[in-house]
Structures are given as structure tokens and as C-alpha cells.
């Protein structure tokens, strides 16, 4: 079965740095996107960033020129570089991949675990 498996995230002061990373295993034909979201106690889960095959990122305006996600095709793996981390970035985060098992299967997508993320004022 298809598996995202992150690593990364913890506790940092306001001002610091993380790093996120997400890998997918299993049966994969084609991975069409792959990024993250994150959820905050009591709110929605929301979109943070997201990367094709090919082309550039895109980001929540939230989160644009402090944090860089690239991705690795070859490897099936997403990182994000978060820096100048805010309070208001403590969140759950969560990989999501927009994946087909086969070709003869539809894109689905799928989540890791989730991963904290803690950033004291």
C-alpha cells in the first residue's frame, strides 16, 4: 500500500528554522503533485504548498519568501524549508501526494501522519 512517511518539524523559537520532509513507497505509477497542509487546533487543515513534475511551486501567500519547497521526482520526496518561523506557524503538517497506483487507476490523494510543528514567541 502507498505510504507518506515525514520527518522533521519539533519546537523552535520565533525567528527560526525547520525542515519537513516527506517520503512515498509503495505501489507508485506517477506521482501528479505533491506538497503539504497544515492544521491548527479547532481550525481546518489548509493548504500550504504544492509542486508538479515540472514548474515552480506555488505557496499560501502566508508563507511566501519564508519557506521553499523542492521535490525530488526521482526519489518520490518533498522537502519543506521553513525560515523566519512565526507563532502563528504552529501547526500539525501533514504531506499529501496526488498519486496513481497503476495506469488504469484514477489519481487519488493520499496523507502522511502529520508531523508537529511548535514555534514559541
Known amino acids: 500500500q502507498v505510504q507518506l512517511v515525514e520527518s522533521g518539524g519539533g519546537l523552535v523559537q520565533s525567528g527560526g528554522s525547520l525542515r519537513l520532509s516527506c517520503t512515498a513507497s509503495?505501489?507508485?505509477?506517477?506521482?501528479?503533485?505533491m506538497g503539504w497542509y497544515r492544521q491548527s487546533p479547532g481550525k481546518e487543515r489548509t493548504f500550504v504548498a504544492h509542486?508538479?513534475?515540472?514548474?515552480?511551486?506555488n505557496y499560501t501567500e502566508a508563507v511566501k519568501g519564508r519557506f521553499t519547497l523542492s521535490r525530488d521526482n526521482a526519489k518520490n520526496t518533498v522537502t519543506l524549508e521553513m525560515n523566519n518561523l512565526k507563532p502563528e506557524d504552529t501547526a500539525v503538517y501533514y504531506c499529501?501526494?496526488?498519486?496513481?497506483?497503476?495506469?488504469?487507476?484514477?489519481?487519488?490523494?493520499?496523507w502522511g501522519q502529520g508531523t508537529q510543528v511548535t514555534v514559541s514567541a
Open positions: 499529501s501526494a496526488h498519486l496513481q497506483e497503476s495506469p488504469s487507476v484514477r489519481v487519488r490523494q493520499y
Open positions: 509503495g505501489p507508485i505509477f506517477s506521482i501528479a503533485v
Open positions: 509542486k508538479g513534475t515540472a514548474g515552480d511551486p
